[in-house]
């Protein structure tokens, strides 16, 4: 009797320390992940995978397609920077006239973009700048007192959708010359590029359309294009292939320097690039204003810091900038100054590297163990049928009065009422 009773206590013993064992790594499974932000893993789709070829080779057919490719460009380009170029060659052909029926139709031998960035201070830049075949400048930046260090040119203002309300309430302190006058010559016609920098579709009847009437009504010597549908494809597609994700599965934007430099490549046969900062001047606190005009603005590299570790929201700064490092090394047409730019540890052909990229691997990495931990989770899954929960709770009051008994018993073995045992 006594051995057939120290059976069932080993195999109520051996029950429980089973169903702990479950319970253990079933609450293990759940562990809460380190959140980083509210980034949306179910919109993430990495290329980095068998699906990548896939959307690469459906945009080689535009490859086969168009067979131009302008000469200075290196012809050992691998076949992925080789899509990459024939989509950039591309891109301008795919912006229209806001009124007229007419893509657009602008080449420029040397080119000088012009940022807005504080670096342009006190480097008394204008002469050069205006020197250029295209000087092109981004969303409301003004020429007016500050043409020493930005020049007095405008030939193409390239403005994101959601920068053209900023047009109006600024538009005579844009759009008249220094003097005051209208410019009624037709080389100092400015055209205005309206990339969009989010949404993949563009409203004719929205309020970016309805201000760029106005402003077209109101100055004679503005020309507005709008982007294509397919226009806002390749731009993805170049995006894509450049970083190995898809921006518009995440939640970020493009800045309108990306644009800008997709546009300059597609009509300047030679870039100059003044006032983009390269991402090592930002290393270290850098008190640099992010627009030259707005001396309560941002801190340039603060806020570049701030949007490239956000996998939520913002644009993507120094990310889109480690790709103009590599343009720049291979097609060697683009010029950076002020700040000059070192290209020597910039290599085409490894990943891609940038705070926001390092920052979406470990994302992923901490996906990868949360899905492992689910297949825990279910692996060791606590039954909860009512016969099973009816024999656990009946081996752990089995347990608990072997327990009393057993306290007895040692009770009964030492008197502790008495001062000997």
């Known amino acids: 009797m006594q051995q057939r009773h120290k059976i069932w206590i080993f195999t109520i013993a051996l029950f429980l320390i089973f169903n702990m064992f479950i319970i253990y790594r079933y609450i293990k499974s759940d562990d809460a992940l380190r959140p980083q932000s509210s980034f949306d893993f179910n919109q993430l789709i990495s290329l980095r995978s068998a699906a990548e070829k896939n959307d690469i080779q459906t945009l ?13 460009f290196s012809p050992n380009l691998s076949q992925k920077n080789l ?3 024939q989509l950039i060659m591309n891109l301008a052909e795919m912006y229209t006239h806001l009124y007229k029926k007419q893509t657009l139709d602008r080449k420029c031998s040397t080119c000088a973009v012009v940022m807005s960035s ?12 205006d020197e250029s075949d295209c000087v092109i400048r981004m969303n409301n930046a003004p020429v007016t007192g500050y043409e020493k260090d930005v020049g007095r040119r405008t030939d193409i203002r390239v403005v994101g959708n959601a920068n053209v309300k900023f047009l109006q309430n600024k538009s005579k302190l844009l759009f008249l010359y220094p003097r005051g006058e209208i410019i009624e010559n037709k080389r100092n016609h400015t055209l205005i590029i309206m990339p969009w920098l989010y949404n993949d579709t563009v409203n004719m009847t929205g309020p970016e359309i309805m201000i760029a009437k106005n402003l077209s009504n109101q ?9 294509l549908k397919r226009a806002l494809m390749v731009v993805e597609d170049i995006f894509l292939i450049e970083t190995g994700f898809q921006r518009s599965k995440l939640k970020t934007w493009f800045t309108t320097g990306w644009q800008t430099m997709l546009l300059s490549l597609s009509i300047c046969s030679d870039i100059h690039v003044y006032g983009m900062t390269q991402y090592e ?10 627009h030259y005009y707005e001396k309560n603005g941002h801190k340039e590299c603060a806020y570049y810091k701030k949007s490239e570790i956000n996998l939520d929201t913002g644009h993507l700064f120094i990310t889109e900038k480690a ?21 020597s540890s910039v290599n085409d052909e490894k990943k891609l590297n940038s705070p926001f990229i390092h920052e979406l691997d470990l994302a992923n990495l901490r996906e990868v163990k949360r899905l492992k931990r689910q297949d825990i989770k279910k692996q060791y899954k606590v039954p909860t049928s009512p016969i099973y929960l009816m024999l656990f709770t009946l081996s752990c009051l089995f347990i608990l009065i072997q327990m009393f008994r057993v306290a007895k018993s040692l009770s009964q073995m030492f008197d502790f009422t008495s001062t000997t045992w």
């Not at 001047?281 to 992010?290: A, E, G, M, V």
């Open 118 to 129: 504080g670096r342009l201070v006190n480097q008394s830049a204008g002469m050069k700048i």
């Open 219 to 227: 100055f004679s010597n503005l020309e507005f294009y709008i982007p």
């Open 60 to 72: 080689r057919t535009l490859q086969e397609n168009n067979n131009f490719l302008p000469p200075g």
């Open 323 to 343: 790709v103009f490092a590599r343009w720049a090394k291979r097609y060697n047409n683009i010029r950076f100054h002020y700040p000059s730019w070192n290209l």
């Open 281 to 290: 001047l930002c290393r270290k606190s850098d008190p640099t204003l992010y």
């Open 83 to 85: 899509l990459v170029t």
